[in-house]
């Protein structure tokens, strides 16, 4: 076994070991769906209560994502053990994703000072960044085109009332996370069957 | 025929595991051992010349009270490798 290769062999040896490390898909888009119908479900609750005049509505933002933050967060330390092997595009995504959560978190603390609108604006532009990034970094094309309807939706809030302001967050949610989440995660299944 | 050849690299599992690890950021030992179908007992042979030879790093740490071993190539594993495969290529058109 030790130096009988030839060299066809010895390349179609580094051809198939690179391509069992190169064919994993790095994401299986769980947490894009996640976030993706928390946010969205938040947005639809809360304006369906301003039609309602139910008062309570804005309290569903402040239950549900320190949910979402602390369910991701044990999310992500089960996965982290799980994993044997850490490519370059999962650091890459990792790098993202959390530079993404921290400027989240810092626009959502100053949204008393920002108002609502300038806050929603950026928010969706966050998300277009993010998902737009992650979409080169995967080669996943649905990415890249939900990430422009959350650019188109950032513009389009910005003629907004602050009512109609949770629906545009909404479809730019659902075209960003849930569309793209929801067909990565096909693909990610058809690959690893 | 294979003068030329890196003898640490010219050989089936060692050139598999580095072939692996070009890919990767890091692997764990398991993960190279699956992929590579050997034995632990070859494989973590292997790994210790690769490791001597300066083309890959081991990091031996415990996760959850068990231990774990990940490796990844070093600078001058990937230039080990690039020379290789530059030098299998060469071998191939001059026999064509």
């Given at each position: ?193 | ?29 398991t993960?190279l051992k699956e992929?590579?179908?050997s034995?632990?007992?070859?494989l ?53």
């Open positions: 076994m030790e130096n009988n290769l030839t060299p066809e062999q010895s390349l179609a040896l580094i051809d198939n070991m690179i391509n069992k490390a190169k064919n994993k898909l790095a994401d299986d888009g769980f947490l894009l769906i996640f976030w993706g119908w928390l946010v969205a479900a938040s947005a639809l609750i809360h304006f369906v209560c301003i039609k309602l005049q139910i008062e309570w509505g804005q309290y569903v933002w402040v239950t549900l994502m320190p949910f979402g933050g602390i369910f991701s967060a044990v999310y992500g330390i089960r996965q982290s053990k799980r994993v044997k092997v850490k490519t370059y595009v999962d650091s890459y995504l990792s790098a993202l994703w959390i530079a993404f959560g921290i400027a989240l978190f810092l626009t959502i603390i100053f949204i008393g000072l920002h108002g609502v609108k300038s806050t929603y604006f950026f928010l969706m532009l966050l998300y277009g960044i993010a998902t737009f990034v992650s979409g080169g970094i995967l080669d996943f094309k649905p990415l890249k085109i939900g990430s422009l309807f959350s650019f188109a939706c950032a513009v389009v809030s910005v003629f907004c009332n602050e009512t109609d302001l949770l629906l545009v967050i909404a479809v730019a949610i659902i075209s960003s996370y849930v569309i793209p989440g929801h067909l990565l995660r096909l693909k990610f299944k058809s690959e690893n069957v | 025929m294979f003068k030329d050849l890196d003898p640490i690299l010219h050989s089936q599992l060692r050139l598999a595991i580095v072939s692996l690890l070009v890919s990767v950021k890091e692997a764990e030992f993960y992929q590579t179908n034995t632990a007992g070859n973590s042979v292997q790994i210790q010349k690769l490791k001597e030879a300066g083309y890959i790093e081991v990091e031996k740490k415990f996760k959850d009270n068990y231990p774990q071993t990940n490796c990844r190539i070093t600078s001058a594993g990937i230039h080990a490798f690039d020379e290789y495969v530059k030098n299998i290529k060469q071998y191939l058109t001059k026999s064509k």
